[in-house]
């Protein structure tokens, strides 16, 4: 029996049974039946401590903004992308693990986006592949869907289009960007995607599309009805202060604890009271 057979979503502790990782088709089997819980990982320590809880690792381009300090997703490369889905596929063994590709390394064509998708499921050892990008981007999931890449699609707020979008305001208000979004959702369903990200979107697009697609839809400021949820973790933990968007629900102040314990250190050390006997190592014993 596989861990996601269980129904506990949980990892069962030394049993010395195998991992076996939650698959592509495992992901889109809960469509309607199971809800998909999903956060972003970027590090080795951070995926250890949520693979035991999560379905779905998304090691996202976001990375950008939470540990390079970016004010934007665009200067992340396939190198960051490759080196930090690596590192999570080492800390985890039960979520299924995806990928974002970067700005730049699918717009261009198809070969394009076959090759560098290719090379991120070559060097990370991850399951599938993310890209952002609606009814223009549909013959390129076509493309890798056709050649054994699976894809997870990105509409509504799309980071990488920030610039073209005009910032990073919720879409879908008017009927007719509404209806964009939708047909977004659609023609990428359409050309095979198993799944798809729906980003800072009026509730009620979310649960159309959720209603309509056939494929898992993974909310973000989107909408309860979603099949699945994701936030990026430093946001839900409190680990990540430039910036917190509205749909952000914050389940612990990391950041808080960080500072008070940094300080408690610092003033120690000033005090000389760190190290103490316990930090040490003894006294010299004389040789015989
Ligand atoms: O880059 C990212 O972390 C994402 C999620 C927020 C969906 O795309």
Redesign the pocket.
Known sequence: MSVHDSGAGRKPKATGAKMTRISVPDLVARKGQEKIVCL?AYTAPMARMLDPHVDLL?V????GNVIYGFDS?LPVTLDMMIAHGAAVRRGSEHACLVV?LPFGSYQESAEQAFRNAARLMKETGCSAV?LEGGRDLAATVEFLVKRGIPVMG?VGLM?QSVHALGGYRARGRATDEAAGVMADAVAIAEAGAFSI?V?GVLEQVAQAITARVPVPT?G?GASADCDGQ???TEDMVGLFGAFKPRFVKRYAELSDEIESAVANYAAEVRTSVFPGPDNVFGSLKKSS
Do not use: Q, Y
């Open positions: 972003t998304l996202g381009d976001s990375l997703t974002d993310k990105h980071p990200v980003e993974i973000i994701v936030l990026v």
